[in-house]
């Protein structure tokens, strides 16, 4: 649900104070890769909302209460009668219960006004208008917001980030003390990403969050030093984990993914770890027979480690994405297509070695394909596009960003996919405007990418107006996107988001 803006001043981005949004589309894990989605997706999460009048008219113009001005711009200020403390953290939890709320007596306002903004009916509809950073303002207020804003509803597909320094309380004798996770227990929180933690600040994670044992169904942990024996230790100790993702984590080697990987695990990313070779692959698919989801960036997996797969795999393996994987070749892309049939979602991002052969078996072979991300594939040409256009009948995101290769040839096949809502052609340097004219005929195009298209000119955009059912256009760094351009899809173009 969404409320038009009473200005077209776009206010500053609030800042996350540790959480993140999860998307659901396309990795489960929330590590997006960098070809999918646009900026305007990602600036959502900054967008304050507008407030829904659910409340009285004779509250509405009060300005010296802590409730919102239903006549103006959302004002956090006008929210917040008590700020928090100087440089507290609004996550941690510590700042919230240490600074002084007042108490709805104190509220300025008559009794009445007083009762109905601490009345709990009208703050759990009001409060689901407000980003996770601004609630996380909002529990400050006072009591009676702080309990009604812990309900684990309003964090729903969120997940905290703390980093190493933020664990810790350093005490008057310079001692230090892990800090108190209560509260993320009340609401409820079921994933973690942990960041720059060690072996001991996972014990200390494990020992001091009341739900870790069984609570836990998703932990990430990115430039970290867990060692093999760490690792061991938290899957073993945390038995609720079933989606585990490390990034950036240098010192644990494939002798701890054999010794720690359970059958639980339904979904892993393992990226930026230097010891993550073929072994590594080698483990996963022995160990975790339920696997639905693997993204893997690996600069020395080879093609031998695609045979690795089993038929268990086969059968629950719907999502794989290997992302700068640059030993691998139209042979591992063989193996791969043989033993994960029943993939639905593919990424060969970076995998420079693969050529339209590549993409042929990928077509023929697996037909379930909805969404398949074949960015910085240099080899890629015009005969890859005429493959998939022929096979992938299903295919609704189709990511080409940095395939130099590409022409308005290709776009001529993408015509004819009647499914296709999505299509990336970020820095395809051959597409000009006559390519365009493919995609006019496109009904079911939702969003398209040209950024970085340097022959795309003034009028070649311009005809994409015929595109009347498109939510989202990028044309960031394309010479032929003028103000005037911009003007006319506003006019044009009015349900467009279009990128500038």
């Known amino acids: 649900m969404s409320n038009p803006r009473n200005s077209d001043t776009k206010p500053p981005c609030l800042p996350r104070n540790g959480l993140v949004k999860i998307p659901t589309q396309p990795n489960g894990l929330g590590s997006a890769s960098i070809t999918k989605g646009t900026p305007a997706m990602k600036n959502r999460l900054c967008q304050p909302s507008s407030v829904p009048a659910i409340l009285s008219p004779a509250l509405a113009h009060r300005s010296d209460l802590p409730i919102p001005s239903l006549a103006s711009p959302l004002s956090l200020a006008a929210l917040a009668s008590v700020s928090s403390p100087p440089g507290a953290s609004l996550v941690g939890l510590n700042a919230s219960e240490g600074s002084e709320q007042p ?26 208008y407000f980003s996770a950073c601004e609630k996380c303002v909002l529990a400050q207020v006072c009591k009676a917001w702080r309990r009604v804003l812990y309900q684990p509803k309003f964090w729903v597909g969120l997940t905290p980030v703390l980093h190493t320094k933020e664990l810790y309380n350093i005490l008057p004798g310079g001692e230090k003390e892990f800090v108190s996770l209560q509260g993320f227990a009340v609401r409820g929180f079921d994933g973690f990403c942990l960041v720059g933690v060690s072996d001991l600040d996972i014990c200390e994670f494990i020992d001091n969050y009341p739900l870790s044992k069984k609570g836990v169904k998703s932990m990430s942990l990115k430039r970290s030093t867990i060692t093999d024996a760490g690792l061991e230790v938290m899957l073993e100790q945390m038995q609720g984990v079933v989606r585990l993702e490390l990034s950036g984590c240098n010192d644990f080697t494939e002798a701890g993914l054999w010794s720690s990987l359970n059958a639980r695990i339904t979904a892993l990313s393992v990226s930026d770890c230097i010891n993550v ?45 290997l992302n700068s994987c640059w ?30 052969d590549g993409v042929e078996l990928v077509a023929e072979n697996l037909r379930k394909l909805r969404s398949l ?8 040409t015009d005969m890859a596009l005429e493959y998939i256009a022929c096979d992938l009948h299903k295919l609704e995101e189709l990511v080409l960003d940095r395939c130099v290769r590409i022409t308005d040839t290709g776009l001529s096949y993408l015509s004819t996919m009647s499914s296709l809502r999505s299509l990336y052609l970020r820095w395809c340097c051959q597409v000009q405007d006559f390519g365009l004219k493919h995609l006019l005929g496109m009904s079911s195009l939702r969003l398209l990418s040209l950024a970085g298209c340097p022959l795309l000119t003034t009028t070649g ?40």
């Open 327 to 356: 030993e691998i070749t139209n042979h591992g892309v063989v193996n791969m297509v043989h033993s994960l049939p029943n993939l639905s979602v593919l990424s060969l991002s970076g995998c420079s070695k693969v050529t339209d």
């Open 103 to 128: 108490s709805p007596e104190r509220l300025p306002g008559s009794p009445s006004e007083r009762q109905l903004a601490v009345d709990e009916k009208i703050l759990n509809r009001l409060f689901w």
């Open 277 to 321: 070779a073929d072994d590594a692959i080698a483990a996963i698919s022995q160990l975790l027979p339920n696997l639905t989801e693997l993204n893997l960036q690996a600069y020395h997996v080879t093609d031998t480690a695609l045979a690795y797969f089993t038929a268990k795999q086969g059968y629950t393996t719907h999502t794989l994405r």
């Open 373 to 380: 991300d074949l960015s910085w594939c240099p080899r890629i």
């Open 461 to 500: 955009l311009s005809g994409l107006v015929q595109l009347q059912e498109l939510e989202e256009l990028e044309l960031t760094n394309c010479p032929g996107a003028t103000p005037e351009l911009f003007k006319y899809f506003s006019q044009h173009l009015p349900c467009c988001m279009v990128i500038e």
